[in-house]
């Protein structure tokens, strides 16, 4: 099967460069989105083919789509950022093409070599260039995604798919965003069980999540923390977040990577900043019990959050059914707002990247 070949459809009529401007004055996470697309299908007989930059329009999907039964669907998050020199860079995104692979095999789909993820990334903010927000800490947002597209009703392995990256320029996930933020430990819900899917990105896992998430809201909360589905004890992650506890002694522990987890890649980068530190980070099951314990002992400094959408966001404190405690004072800690820092900088240019992380476009 041959390679595919990239076909470039210019917009006819791309935004112009107010209403582009008006769009992009801090716009809530994923709700304007730019003027193309990349798409890109697969089949058995054809492999993949037909990949195509075009203007960003709706699909038409046949009422009988396996993907609308049984969610056999993956996704990726990844920013491109405007550098100071006025050029633009993407972050690790061979780490997101290989996490796609890993999330494909799970859900039994085909995988996409990594380097037609990186290059329809790549094109589509190439094409985009002009919606690379400059703003501070604003950034494009890519959203790469796979749905199984043949029409068959039995729930077996689609023997078609549609891969699709879209773009959206993003402000900060969290309105107030440098504070601490409430979580809301799910009793009621787990998100992931050993064998499930919790390692594999797929719309499943956050759809399960948000019942969760609307429960938290009603406690007055801003995202859930769920814990492990065997033993309710163990912290494992938010629903869209990894998350990093600080220590008195300056150390940093975060859950492993036992498989109920996103493999976070803003938790790999930070393990390795952290260490690049000198401080001690320990990839070891924290208890919700414990948390408190800490929390309330002094032990445990500071705690945050961490991911793709949301970088680095302070946890002020921690409410549940059995649990209600502050973290440190309730507002970002130090540890916290150095890692950011040393993070954000390297995406944003601003420092050295010694470990060839950028991906400057040309
Ligand atoms: N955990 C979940 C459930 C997520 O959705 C995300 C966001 O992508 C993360 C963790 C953080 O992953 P990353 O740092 O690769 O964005
Ligand atoms: C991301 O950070 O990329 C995420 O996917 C989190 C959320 C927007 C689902």
């Not at 037909?50 to 789509?65: K, M, N, Q, S, V």
């Not at 959203?143 to 959206?168: D, K, N, Y």
């Not at 933020?181 to 499943?204: D, M, N």
């Not at 208890?287 to 445990?300: H, V």
Request: charge should be negative.
């Amino acid at each position: 099967m041959s390679k595919p070949t990239l076909d470039v459809t210019p917009h006819p009529q791309p935004a112009g460069a107010a209403e582009r401007a008006a769009l992009m004055q801090n716009p809530a996470f994923g709700h304007v989105f730019t003027d193309h697309m990349i798409t890109l299908r697969h089949s058995a007989e054809r492999g993949w083919h037909d990949w195509r930059l075009e203007p960003r329009h709706a699909f038409d999907l046949d009422p009988g789509t396996l993907s609308l039964h049984y969610a056999q669907e993956i996704f990726e998050g990844l920013k491109a950022y405007r550098l100071p020199d006025g050029g633009a860079t993407l972050f690790r995104p061979d780490a997101n093409a290989r996490r796609f692979r890993a999330s494909a095999e799970r859900l039994a789909m085909p995988l996409l070599p990594e380097e037609i993820f990186t290059g329809s990334v790549r094109a589509l903010v190439d094409a985009d260039r002009d919606w690379i927000p400059s703003a501070e800490g604003a950034s494009l947002y890519l959203r790469p995604f796979m749905i199984g597209t043949e029409v068959a009703l039995p729930p077996e392995p689609s023997a078609a798919h549609l891969f699709c990256v879209i773009a959206s320029p993003v402000a900060a996930y969290f309105k107030g965003g440098a504070a601490g933020v409430t979580l809301w430990v799910s009793e009621t819900y787990t998100r992931a069980a050993p064998g499930g899917t919790g390692a594999a990105k797929c719309g499943g896992n956050y759809a399960a999540s948000l019942v969760a998430q609307a429960e938290g809201r009603r406690e007055g909360c801003d995202q859930v923390v769920f814990l492990d589905a065997v033993e309710r004890r163990w912290v494992e992650e938010l629903g869209g977040m990894n998350v990093f506890f600080v220590f008195d002694d300056g150390s940093l522990q975060t859950p492993p990577l036992t498989g109920t987890i996103l493999p976070g890649i803003t938790r790999d980068s930070l393990i390795t900043l952290a260490r690049g530190m000198g401080l001690a980070v320990r990839e070891e099951p924290y208890a919700i019990d414990q948390w408190q314990a800490d929390a309330q002992s002094g032990r445990l400094r500071e705690a945050f959050a961490c991911g793709t959408a949301a970088v680095v966001t302070p946890i002020g404190r921690v409410k549940g059914a059995r649990h209600g405690f502050v973290i440190g004072n309730g507002e970002a800690g130090p540890a916290a707002a150095r890692l950011k820092a040393a993070l954000t900088d390297i995406q944003f240019g601003r420092a050295a990247d010694p470990h060839g992380w950028l991906d400057r476009l040309p």
